[in-house]
């Protein structure tokens, strides 16, 4: 990337960019802005941008009204729990279709992919209904399995995309040097395959966090999530912008940092092997 | 039921002198995010001081996501609600499938005999009373004084749909933001389905004949649809199709509306100076008519039950208890004062001259008493519900309804189109359910 | 080469995943067919028995079924191709050499990580909104009527908002596939005196083939199934301008609370998205085999 490049053309390419980034991230700053207004200046008219005054009484509030600190919990239990279950269970599958392909594996591949395209809501009477034999109803572990069973397909394709990437040569070297299976796994494959199996952490982590019909649906109290939360939120009597801001921030606050923080690590593994 | 009571007292005894701690009941309560329930919920301490076995586990829900909820749940007999907030349309549907648990039982210092008779019947199936009205509501007009006094016009106690429309043109100023009349719009049955229907009343209009037949293709129903949308176009702020209470309550509130007609629990909100720029200018007026006897005024109560499905149904009843009876209106009047009370429940409120000092008191009551869900329309109906059809079809077609209704009112179907689609998808509905032989 | 205890392993190590994805898939999709046959409304307990196919007839005759048709189809394209667009142009653009790149990568990626509730509240209330929103103060401020985004434009403003979740992703891996392509065969293009729109059309297009198919790929799996966002602004409506297919189900299924017509939409909806993915597979599935 060592291409000689004009200051001035740098300088328009940044003012391009930033410009660009602002108005994507534009809604996000306005609702984290709005979330420390008072509520009459949230619907003023100009609005007013920077030059209000300041208050944390909106989450003050939206904290009396709902314990943040559960929904919050549950949601990293839900989003970390079906992630971990959900890797573990692929990852095995998807180095068996990477490095042992059969005729079929491609079909395989879509066929799993295709199970997502049943839409929730048209099974939503017998699940509950399944889940209320199994006394699974506003459990964590119900949803947990439920989402894990969801992004099930992604976690496999990710995983697979990126362990093809991986030369055979080297497994083949390390079973030269008589490493038996479990050590090829161990010692040669993993190392190699963190960060794509971190990129596939990461990105499935979002996925379930901001899931929001399972985890509405089948939930009530005990392992409510901030998908949950939000829903009390969302049109309350009166002037609701500022709290709904800040309920808003708080629900996004925790995966938008995690995301900002990893985002490298993120990126490297989402080309679902579409980079050769 | 005496002798179980009394092992019961035995067993607690036995415990306490073993120096066994009785076990804290859980109960789960689902409720709708409105302001007196998220208020309750600021009181808690004293239904804990009262009842220290008992703990309560609040899901508090944006209405719709309630509904569906909740529903899903009875329904599927799932078990995870103690005590449910349901309003006058569910309690005779769900207390008819058996789904509800009697409340005659409540202890006798709830006084059911002191809840509003209109509020009592719309909660009552077969004899027992199957849900405990938290707060009652109708609708009523709501009206800036200062913009009527400056157009040299006074608002009538009793407004007709005429008078209605004149002051709406003399308070409509577009350049100033200042719109003469605010009215639901946005598509729901419990939305615009509601406005529509309990106007419709005050037009001669009905969903249903008396065997049944959807009645859209009616005279009554175009000229209740017409005066509506001519009413809004020409008075009403941009957008309003996607207006709801809540928006429209904003609006209000912002004082971008001249007159606002709705719910009548409205009026502690838009009286209130923390929220409302114009608390002090607003006046109340019984919603209008068309000289045919009826209003076009509903009637709703959000009140608590207790679904057959729960395991903890004591502890549900005193909770129940707790949150409804004379003793709660009190609690919060001496906390939050008389204008916050949960309105529109108890005769008893309504005769305490305190009470009677709140500016809408008169006003909420006289609208209640001027719905009769069992009488709601002009012409005879086969159904109960002032605003709504108290059968399980009407969520799905007073919806379906209610977004053609919203179409015409967003200028993409005329009013002849719009009906003409209702009488059609509700003809369909309903002779798929077997109302229509 | 596998041998044959290696391929014996892989299919132990394959199996769990498949035997759950089976359960996942047969175990509802058996309950909906059943359901879907059956007079089941969660409101009537006592009616039931098979209806010779009612819940079918029903929801495919439905005057709201073709517009939902459509407008899915229209959603998911709508949204395919503002993302393909923006998201080449917006990497092409973040791929060239500027001050605080990663700074810029951070802020283009965040509305990846709104939930959709979130997101489609935020864009109704605090700028749709025609009183309050951001939009019509601005309209206000230029002198214009304010524009009525939900109530005229419906399907297009949740394209709008669905676009906006979903760009940040196609700017990624389209990002991402770029930097991978080699400098040298730019610049030698570029000596040889390749006009820009030409290094684009031949040398990166082509290159970026693969990451479109995989961003239409994985989009239209998500994008088929969007309804919150259509609940939380418009409902469907005005009308049925942004009912989509799951929408349409939804409001079987939990406004109806006919759970046998809305099982019966489940199996139209799993027959139509299997019909888009044949096509969807044969259309570009090339592109994916190495």
Sequence with gaps: ?276 | MKTTYRALLGATALFALAGIAAAETTITVATVNNGDMIRMQGLMDDFYAKNPDIKVEWVTLEENVLRQNVTTDIATQGGQYDVLTIGTYEVPIWGKQGWLVSLNDLPAEYDIDDLLPAIRGGLTVDGNLMAAPFYGESSMVMYRTDLMEAAGMTMPEAPTWADIEKAAAAMTDKSKEQYGICLRGKAGWGENGAFLTAMSNSFGARWFDENWVPQFDQPEWKATLDFYLNLMNSYGPPGASNNGFNENLTLFQQGKCGMWIDATVAASFVTNPKDSTVAEKVGFALAPDNGLGKRGNWLWAWSLAIPASSQKQDAAKAFINWATNKDYLALVASKEGWANVPPGTRTSLYANPEYAAVPFAKMTLDSINAADPTAPTVKPVPYVGVQFVAIPEFQGIGTSVGQEFSAALAGQKSADEALAAAQALVTDEMTAAGYIK | MPTQSSRAAARLMLSPTVVLLLIWMIVPLAFTLWFSLQRYNLLYPDRQGFNDFANYTRFVASPAFLAAITNTLILVLGVLIITVVLGTLIALLIDQPLWGQGAVRILVISPFFIMPPVAALIWKNMFMNPTNGLFAEAAKYLGLPPFDFLGQAPLASIILIVAWQWLPFATLILLTALQSLSSEELEAAEMDGASAAARFWYIMLPHLARSITVVILIQTIFLLGIFGEILVTTNGGPGTASTTLPYLIFKEALLDFDAGTAAAGGVVAVILANIVAIFLMRAIGKNLDS
């Design chain 1, 1 to 276: 990337m060592a291409r000689a490049v004009s200051t001035r053309r740098k300088s328009f390419n940044t003012a391009a960019a930033w410009s660009v980034a602002m108005l994507l991230f534009f809604p996000i700053l306005w609702t984290i802005l709005t979330s420390f207004k008072p509520e009459p200046q949230a619907v003023a008219s100009p609005p007013v941008f920077l030059g209000f005054d300041w208050t944390w009484q909106n989450y003050i509030d939206v904290n009396q009204q709902r314990d943040y600190l559960r929904f919050f919990l549950n949601s990293v239990i839900i989003a970390v729990g079906s992630t971990l279950l959900g890797l573990v269970i692929a990852i095995p599958a998807a180095w068996s279709m990477a490095f042992v392909p059969g005729r079929r594996t491609k079909d395989l591949l879509m066929w799993m992919l295709s199970t997502k395209m049943m839409p929730a809501v048209g099974v939503l009477v017998p699940i509950y209904l399944i889940f209320k034999t199994l006394g699974l109803l506003d459990s964590r572990t119900g949803l947990v399995i439920v989402l894990t069973l969801m992004n099930l397909p992604i976690i496999v394709w990710m995983l697979y995309t990126y362990f093809k990437e991986i030369p055979g040569e080297i497994l083949e070297a390390a079973r030269m040097d008589g490493a038996g299976l479990k050590d090829e796994i161990l010692y040669v494959l993993t190392p190699m395959a963190v960060p794509g199996i971190a990129s596939t952490l990461l990105l499935n982590i979002i996925l379930a966090w901001n899931e929001a019909f399972w985890t509405i649906n089948l939930t009530v109290t005990d392992a409510a999530p901030l998908t949950k939360f939000i829903t009390s939120f969302s049109s309350p009597q009166g002037l609701f912008y500022a709290k709904l801001s800040a309920a808003s921030t708080m629900a996004i606050a925790p995966i938008l940092i995690l995301g900002w923080f990893s985002q490298k690590q993120l990126v490297r593994g989402l080309t679902f092997g579409a980079v050769k």
